[in-house]
């Protein structure tokens, strides 16, 4: 029940303070014999870094991990891979001034009033730091299942909404660009956008859209472990993560039920996929997508009104190097988690078969 | 990993198919010497049962819950709670014609594709019918955390919506009209446009509106377990739920940070509550809310182009009684996931006082 | 953690009383399209029964087992197996002289410390009846693994000790005697032993040995969960059980490790078999065997000095009808509960292949 | 499922090889606030460590645990406690003659068997060595449990016993001498005894009792959780472990129930403690005792037949520096899973109050 282990099957805890020596964390049950692509799973931590384009945070990170067991000869030997990486541009001095203040919005009350003090320095366990160990494990879970394409992309910041109906959807695209949107234009807009907030020092919300090709059929397990249960749960458990919706979504809810029945096609395909490729919690084969809405980044740079932990008011101002939009940066962590998902699925169904 | 048991220490397990003998259920770590009051959980079952008003399905169930174990003398014993609702009012021939067809948008293709073949009678284990079960551990649940204030109601029927800013919002009037909607006015257009789709033979979605309030300080846990993860589980664990959102939710995506933040009072409640409740996957002690989507009904009584078992293509159209719209009948389902997922956290948090 | 659920893919949770309206059970897991024979799951319950020969208690119980879910025209369907076993021979009255009493070496005492108040008819939920539940599963789970041959029986009553050396093995005997031990004269000295020990109002302990052959090489999940390390739980998780070993066990102790070490054939077997089929928490294809030692039953007619629930001296003397010896009725217990261990094993190895 | 964590609210998962950069864990759920004594950590690893006595391995290995999160100024933070032991002292090449070959009741045959290939190196994943973070683990859980006293001392080696009635108990006595007998003179026959063994290049196994005091009422979760199950379980998954029986044990089954009954005082305690401080699966307040067969190492310094990867017959002689007997060296290791099984059911507790 504590909560930092993600998985049944393909098992992953995790550990680590954005402040602390490291953070790092232990897959369990990961198939043997795999031959891992070491570059491929730093890459992934690369599209989560810090200080990778103009409209990100510029802390510099190395997020270099190292593997420190359940690995031999570049293979994967069945038993737990043990990982950490390491902190090395931790600048305790920024988060001093924090240390007996609450920041609106973020988890200080909450961690203090749960543990009875806290690690403040960067918001300690509850930094978003936490999630290069979610990408990393990410990374090998894709390796299980390369079969199953996982992408996901920026569908709008803020008010600057792709629409697939108006923007052009190029999957290509979406790597090439700092906003990670697949429409290019649009893609300026955003970043342009972003800037703008940047230099009020505010910060903005946006949301990611996630599509899953190649499932497998009849991955889920109802009644409670439905395969969109799952993703929501994985979803919501990122932070700053504030919705969620597969298939038709909230808009569904405005549909008749004879517009949003999905009509088979004699190869069990559906000629509309409202269902979002899950009916009753199971796949059915056709591509699963959702919506993961994030809120905007509470570390703003302007003044604002809070208490100390003396239930006194004070003024606090952002310090230290932030993000303007996680949007960006929350993609690879989307996928992560998504893959993560589904390599637990994927080898539960082996049970069955 | 078999899906069919929700939480950790408060433990449901459900049992049964809707044209079987019996559906039911275990509840493992019930605390000892709670005195159960057996007419509020009989209460809640009236409030999910079919035929209770014009909109919704006419079938006929009794659902009495029995309990077979766990209680002496009204008290829970601290020993695993059973319980059965016999099924009493299947008409399984109203199946025989899809016995081998898949239903558009059912769980029919799925469930084959997965277990091999399937009880096809009223969706087996897929039917809603297995919701009740959830409904009496739900109300079991309630009376272990009696303090806390769980409260859903309908917010929208298609697009019929009701906006708490327009509409008068008084939560004395929900059980007192047949769509559940706070606002007696909108209720009667809701109730007029339900019922207008059922004519057409049709089917409506719609959103549920949950608000939790007296929530205790420091229930959730990070990082995966966090608070809002699990609800977003126990919804999206729901028949025909395709989205939740809490606080802000999607619409919090398109503000700033400045305007999102929620600014501290000296006693520790926020100004505004766009955080839902909820921060670092923690409560923080001010009211939960989130909304949930339901799509449409799929059985609509409407000719449809469908396949069967064989892949041939076949024309089909609903028998039996079904409902035009979920989402009356699903307001104490929500309350009853909602009230598992406070109970479990409720208790592993005694673990770390 | 509540602890009434036993496995992880093929998962049984029970409930019940022994005096409630019935016990019964939930499998999760349990893989579809298997026929099962209903007349071996009933042969099963009538090995554990009571009033099976004059060795036992002479309670008389129907323990006919009621399925509610997840079985469609004879095969299960993946869904959960529900199913119930009405209490029908309760006879409360045999109990009311206990209700305030803590019976010498029973859980009255802690079950009232634990729980706040217990149901005291028949010792409730730590009644030796609940394993009725037990057998079932295991006779589903046997049904699942056909290929596993499971085999327990009676190695010592008391002092009378089967030795493997001495008497003779045949295990077409062991369901020809009350006893269940494989050689018949030695059957027959202990069914007069413990007839002579009831006639005495006491009871006796013993030993149960099993041997499992034909096992699957790779069962077994180390480090924490190795094979014999799950057998172990199992076993001790038997009414009555205070001692498990497996292979060489407590002897091996005294043995020199050249003397110990199982040197290998060329096709992988062992010339001897000291490691009880299991090398490093996992199977190696040898036949698995180990011993359940089980104490003497509590409840004795003779008069005994005990204390009340106001912790005041009584004296108490055994009602009811009872075991001299639980020996002979746990044979399919502890098959049922290997077949439970390994079922769980068998199925969690299909994720790595 | 995987199975490399043990418990459920104290929650420690582990990693690593013996060979491989290092060996660590994540302990999950371990309450926040309490002030670590990192010496005592570091004292139970070094009562594990290779080298501390004449009688154990010559090994040199530093294990010094360094811990990367989970602790801030001294004190437990109520998140995931990550720790590393680096693996300083791999003599890799020792182990390159058995690359290809399966010794002799060693887990080199089912690994491979398992996995489809093995880290070879002095064991893997199968090294005892995985016991040095079970210690780290189990001195933390200690800690949160500071009232409940555990000690663990050697019972026999081989055929040299420690009989209560006969030798001296002075468990003062149990850290004077390497062999952590309680009896001084016994001590130093069953050093004598051993190191006569080690001469001959062989092994012998032992017995290690365990005893807890001080044990609050009430821990343990009935009916397949079961306080006792539990522990035997935890034995069981120590390499090397044969058998567990705790109370009576195996002797207890040939007793009477009129003499094994244990009769109670006024105050709930018992007059004899055959139980071992458990009834019906729950802690009843009494003295908690337990016997841990350990078999003889495997590695001898013999020559001995086996069996190489290929099936064929080879001749093989132990290398390396190994331990004549795991017992002296195993008595932190029982006292630390017993702590854990405590510690876990500690919490769990408190959740029914």
Redesign the interface.
Known sequence: ??????G??F?L?????SH???????I??C???ICLDFNRIQQELNRRKPGQSSIVTQRKEADEV?????V?EG?T??????F?IENTNQKSKDYSHIKEV?R????D???D???????YRGG???SAR?TACRVVAGAIAKQVIPEIKITAYTK?I??VVFEADKHQVDFTEIEKNPVRCPDKKLAQTMEAYIKN?RKQG??????VHCVIENVP??L???????L??????????INA??????????E?????????????????T?QTN???G???????GMPIYF?V????????M?A????NTN???VEIIGKGRHDPCVVPRAIPIVEAMAALVLV?YY??R????
Chains 1, 2, 3, 4 share one sequence.
């Open positions: 029940m504590p909560g930092n282990t993600f049944n099957i098992k805890t995790t550990f680590g303070e602390g020596e490291a953070i790092g964390g232990v369990d049950g198939p043997a014999g190292r593997f420190l067991s359940g031999f293979k030997t069945g038993t737990p891979i043990g950490i609450y609106p919005s973020h988890a009350f909450t961690y009033k749960k543990y009875g003090f806290r690690d300690g366990r509850a936490e709008a803020g008010t907030i505010d910060t903005i919300g946006g949301i059929l009849a889920g397990e109802p009644v409670f472990d439905k969109q249960a799952e993703f929501a749960k994985a979803m919501l458990s993560v504030k919705g969620f919706a597969y298939g038709s979504g909230f569904g809810t405005k549909l008749l039920g004879s517009q949003h029945n999905d009509i088979f096609n004699e190869d069990g559906t409202y269902s979002g899950i009916q009753g919690g199971i796949s059915n919506d809405a994030f809120k905007p980044v509470a570390t703003i302007q604002q009104a809070s208490i239930a006194e008011k637990d080898l539960i082996k049970t069955q078969l």
